[in-house]
């Protein structure tokens, strides 16, 4: 018996031990482009909401993280592949994703997109929307027959609304709201609900890198610092 | 980087704009200027490489070795470099970290791909989990070099098997008759005069190569189109010091100037080149530099 | 659940706005990547092949123009070679629509911001300048035999170069210029990556690889699926400038002819 228990105990050590050979450093993958939530900022480095979410997580988790950026269109696969181990970056929680990859608990909650138009007044419903390719804003337009037009990157969608190409442009309310005012530019009113909380995403094989994200998460929300943190870059509403 | 740059708002035109050209933003600006040089400098040679293997297997006598030479050539040439780069690299690392795997972790049991996941063994990951972020560029880097060279290898293996095909049969035969073995001729008669008449195809191909570079930012490196984008884009002063509306067309103007100029002296070597090449050779611009010597 | 031979009809011209609106969006099978793929090829098509036969048209007398005496005629045509062949087209892509852009702010073809017509400008442009300089190329190296002969005849000037000189410098051209063409319709890829938005998702090849490489998270199917209709492109361009090249040398004796193939794999 007694014996039975030590070697449990050395399984327990030994996987531990791997765990911790394995995530020495554990790499934090996100694209550095979408602001508040991560943007490289004067310095040339990782900035935002999730730099300090992570930063904090990683903290709480006793890891030492390193911060790499990677396009969007391949975060996942590169994610998947092994080139970095988390996913940190405005990533929505849908069921597609959840598929291929693992979610932590969500970090923010679920929030609505809003439409940023030149005219107050817009019946979005026989307009031109823009959206960034490949989101699920895009999608959500596809789905409800409106004219969409798509392009490469969020920037170039605010611009197509200023310079007439598009009537309305549908993004994230957090992404849109520092554009509000500035040119003409103002948020409708009507908002659309959809795409799940913002979560860490991680390989499915991870499960201790995982269960670590989530403690340190729900550690978060309860001691109210994550409120804290979300109010102070106004990425969303609070828990 | 200077000292009044603590508070940009207050700073007059010159100053703003010293300050906000010297950020650390645009130091990785800088720096990918010498990035993408040092990957033409390195991917250059690497392509001519492959090239020659290509076009050497090609014409190889053993008739496997001349299919993979050919298909190669054909395979590469007919895809755009821009479809191959977009899967190309992930496919290079697993492949790498597949043989690492293999080799480091024999008696290993468990599946390497678990559904979508790819797993390895944690000694063969390239590169290791904890090594610096340094390494991880410095990898990212060699394969981006690896991946233009097996594109662009193609391209200069076609103009290479040409070139060999292209150098009279005349000079060959004279060294057979001399007594040269096939590898002597191969050596010492087929190479050196096969590059004059290669030179054209290649010069063609670095420009090609230099006008590719902004497709680097798909193979993970943070190239000067990336840092172009990222710096012109409208900044909000909520995230920046030096908020600023959408600059992109100034900092597409300085780049179309470094792509125009860098074609420019490439041209200049070029043609140096060529002259120094076509002197002595037994071809009408050598006769005419003949003429004009005597 | 379709069958495949539903998928294309449903989504065959899905690239041109006709069949199913709305892109598949799970369960997402080979044949539903190979249609929808296939069909944003004929957007690389259409581009490819205006491109090449306006493109064609204004290469010629640019070569006319850059081996002109006339300075004025001169200069500006080494400019806008220089130009367009030393600078990525990615950057072109991006300063055409610029322009475009603020052309439509003042009411000026407002049309121009699609990719159909901006990008397909660009395109024509970029060909023009590389296939001035292959023509160019070729042009010097008429042989002065020829015009010498032409001369004898009694022809000069335009009948002189339509007669003579054009054919002989088509001739002398034709490989490098099928190279040309190969490497033109690969860069119709480039156009989902330029700043030219897509509307209502009817894309070229590239945007419907990469709507599927993100909706299935794997870019090993629907990239070499792409790379798969490129080949076959590829081989058709070859076959059928081979065909004309063979017409366009069918007066030469054997051994002569054998000598213009090598020089195909010289010149770019």
Excluded at chain 1, 110 to 124: E, I, Q, T, W
Excluded at chain 3, 227 to 256: C, D, M, S, W
């Amino acid at each position: 018996m007694k014996k039975l228990m030590l070697s449990t105990a050395i399984a327990a050590f030994a996987a531990g031990a791997a765990y911790a050979e394995s995530h020495s450093v554990v790499r934090m993958g996100t694209e550095g482009a979408y602001p508040p939530w991560n943007f490289i900022n004067d310095a040339g480095e990782v900035d935002g909401f999730e730099r300090e979410l992570g930063d904090e997580l990683c903290a709480r988790a006793e890891l030492t993280c390193e911060w790499v950026t990677n396009e969007w269109d391949s975060i996942i696969p590169n994610l998947v592949s092994g080139n970095y181990d988390t996913i940190i970056a405005g990533m929505s929680i849908t069921d597609e994703r959840d598929e291929v990859i693992d979610f932590t608990q969500a970090y923010t909650p679920p929030d609505p997109s809003s439409y940023l138009a030149m005219d107050a007044g817009l019946d979005v419903t026989g307009a031109v929307i823009a959206a960034q390719a490949a989101t699920i804003q895009a999608a959500y337009v596809a789905e409800q027959g409106w004219t969409l037009v798509e392009f490469p990157t969020p920037e170039e969608t605010v611009n197509a609304v200023r310079n007439g190409e598009a009537d309305a442009v549908l993004a994230d309310k957090a992404y849109l709201e520092p554009f509000s005012g500035q040119d003409g530019l103002v948020l409708l009113e009507r908002s659309e609900m959809i795409g799940g909380g913002v979560g860490v995403g991680v390989r499915e094989s991870d499960g201790e890198l995982k269960a670590a994200l989530d403690a340190a998460i729900q550690s978060m929300k309860d001691d109210g610092s994550l409120n804290a943190l979300i109010e102070k870059w106004e990425v969303a509403s609070t828990w | 980087m200077f000292e009044f740059c603590a508070e940009p708002d207050t700073l007059g035109r010159i100053q703003w704009l010293s300050c906000y050209l010297t950020t650390g933003k645009h130091m990785n600006f800088y720096w990918s200027f010498l990035t993408v040089l040092v990957l033409l400098a390195i991917t250059a040679p690497t392509a001519l490489l492959f090239g020659f293997g290509g076009a050497t297997a090609a014409r190889s006598a053993f008739a496997p070795l001349r299919w993979f030479g050919k298909a190669y050539i054909a395979i590469v040439r007919g895809v755009p470099d821009i479809a191959f780069f977009l899967f190309f690299v992930i496919a290079l690392d697993q492949l790498f970290e597949y043989i690492r795997h293999r080799i480091k972790c024999p008696d290993w049991v468990d599946p390497i791909w678990q559904g979508n996941d790819f797993i390895v063994c944690t000694a063969a990951k390239l590169p290791l989990g904890n090594a610096p972020q340094w390494v991880h560029e410095t990898y990212g880097f060699f394969l981006a070099v690896l991946t233009f060279a097996i594109v662009f290898g193609a391209f200069a293996a076609n103009v290479l098997y040409g070139a060999m095909q292209a150098v009279p049969r005349a000079q060959l035969e004279t060294a057979e008759a001399y007594g040269m073995s096939r590898r002597q001729v191969f050596r010492r008669i087929l190479v050196p005069q096969m590059w004059l008449y290669a030179l054209p195809g290649l010069s063609n191909l670095w420009m090609i190569l230099i006008k590719a570079t902004p497709l680097l930012f798909l193979l993970g490196v943070e190239d000067i189109v990336y840092w172009a984008r990222e710096l012109g884009g409208s900044i909000n002063e909520r995230f920046t010091d030096y908020p600023h509306g959408d600059w992109r067309i100034w900092y597409f103007l300085g780049l179309l100037i470094f792509y125009l100029a860098f074609t420019r002296v490439s041209e200049i070597a070029f043609d140096r080149l060529t002259r120094r090449l076509t002197h002595g050779q037994a071809t009408i611009g050598g006769e005419a530099m003949r003429k004009a010597a005597t | 659940m379709m069958t495949c031979w539903e998928t294309i009809q449903a989504y065959g011209l899905r690239s041109i706005g006709i069949g199913e609106r709305l892109l598949p969006r799970d369960d997402f099978t080979l044949c539903q990547q190979f249609t929808l793929i296939g069909s944003g090829m004929i957007w690389n098509l259409y581009y490819g092949l205006v491109a090449i036969a306006v493109g064609f048209f204004i290469a010629s007398a640019l070569a006319v123009a850059k081996g002109s005496a006339n300075r004025w005629l001169r200069k500006p045509a080494e400019w806008f070679i220089f130009v367009f062949r030393g600078s990525p087209l990615f950057i072109q892509f991006f300063f055409a629509y610029f322009l475009f852009l603020s052309l439509k702010q003042y009411g000026i073809m407002p049309w121009l911001t699609s990719a159909q017509a901006g990008a397909l400008i660009v395109l024509i442009l970029n060909t023009s300048a590389y296939s001035a300089e292959i023509f160019y190329g070729a042009l010097r190296a008429v042989p002065k035999g020829d015009v010498e002969a032409a001369d004898a005849y009694g022809l000069s000037g335009w009948p002189r170069f339509k007669r003579i000189i054009w054919p002989t410098m088509l001739r002398l051209a034709w490989p490098a210029y099928t190279n040309e063409a190969i490497f033109l319709f690969h860069a119709t890829a480039l156009v989902s990556f330029s700043g030219f938005p897509t509307w209502g998702q009817r894309g070229d090849a590239l945007y419907y690889a990469s709507y599927f490489a993100d909706k299935t998270f794997n870019p090993f199917v629907p990239y070499p699926i792409l790379a798969f209709y490129f080949i076959l492109l590829t081989l058709t361009v070859i076959a059928i400038f081979g065909r004309v090249n063979r017409q366009l040398n069918r007066h030469l004796p054997k051994e002569r002819r054998q000598k213009m193939r090598l020089r195909m794999n010289l010149i770019r």
